[in-house]
């Protein structure tokens, strides 16, 4: 066993198996302000910037959703009616949890 | 806020921390419930202390955490190390996508500010900086105070579900275990500005669900992403 080998097998590993995610995963956190900021911005470009919030939210949560059924479709749907109504974040999601409770302690 | 903010010129400022601090708080239970559970998962498998809150501090980024902790070596070698790194890349390659809307916003801050921001970048602090962004904020201390606290609680929380796991009660009474996606649907209902700009959302989650069905991972949520973006490049 060389030296690099016998110092990873080393509780050292753990420190380097740590430190490598937090490479990788930094190098994703910022690999897409700096791919934008080399990117000349057309009108094109900007129209499909402006979708892209709200299509990594669907993107996100409907398959998750769907996966979970109906209840899981009724309280997003009551968390997205009382946030419409209220405008508070916090009142739309507690009116979808609380759906999603009330809906499994009687299902 | 029903005032616009005077300034729509991005800047940066203390009082801002703070109110991007009481702004993360809808974002609190789901980082809570996740966090106590990696660390009741890190605490079962095994994992020291020091080794769990280095993996919430430093890769900070749930899924990859507990994807992370299947393949956890009690003996690493180069071969292990790097399939870790090959997972945690293609978990958290969205990240990516979040980091491109967020370009516009931190193109003048500092380079060492914006690496700090990015560092603590989350798709529950994201929601809320776009939310707030959407509706006029153009504060970056709010984006950096919101992802500081939630970065705290991320950790207290780990802290606390690696010696107290055992008396979490169970998520799903409280539907707890869909906390992430309906805080995510909360979030997406500031960002409604008509049916039209939001058909590109559709086909974002048409597509989402297709990639879902057929291939397994997280590559769902960049392919929807993605077509989301090239719908709207191309409806007028």
Known sequence: MNGFASFIASPWGSVLAIAGMTLVTFLCRIAGVVVMSRVRITPRIERGLRALPGSIILATILPVVIDNGWPAMIALAAAIIAMAVTRIDIVGLVAGLGTLAVIRAFG | ?236
């Open chain 2, 1 to 236: 806020m029903t005032l616009m903010p005077p300034a729509l010129r991005p800047h940066f400022s203390y009082s801002g921390l703070r109110h991007g601090a009481r702004a993360a708080l809808p974002a609190f239970p789901g980082f809570i419930m996740f966090a106590l559970a990696f660390g009741t998962a890190a605490a079962q498998k095994g994992l020291s202390l020091g080794e769990t809150l280095g993996l919430s501090g430093f890769v900070y980024a749930g899924a990859s955490q507990m994807v992370g902790l299947e393949i956890w070596q009690q003996v690493w070698t180069p071969a292990t190390i790097l399939t870790i790194m090959t997972v945690t890349a293609v978990v958290n390659a969205r990240m990516i996508m979040l980091g491109a809307t967020l370009q516009p916003w931190l193109k003048h801050e500092p380079l060492p500010r914006t690496a700090l921001n990015l560092f603590l970048l989350t798709e529950a602090g994201w929601l809320i900086g776009t939310r707030y962004h959407t509706e006029g904020g153009r504060d970056v201390g709010v984006l950096l105070g919101c992802a500081l606290i939630l970065w705290l609680v991320w950790l207290v929380a780990t802290f606390a579900g690696f010696f107290a796991g055992a008396l979490v009660p169970e998520p799903r009474r409280f539907g707890l275990d869909l906390v992430m996606p309906i805080f995510f649907g909360v979030m997406l209902v500031p960002l409604w500005k008509g049916f039209k700009p939001a058909l590109p959302w559709l086909v974002a989650g048409l597509v989402s669900l297709i990639v879902h069905a057929l291939v397994p991972g997280y590559l769902f949520i960049i392919a929807g992403a993605l077509a989301g973006v090239v719908a709207g490049m191309l409806i007028e």
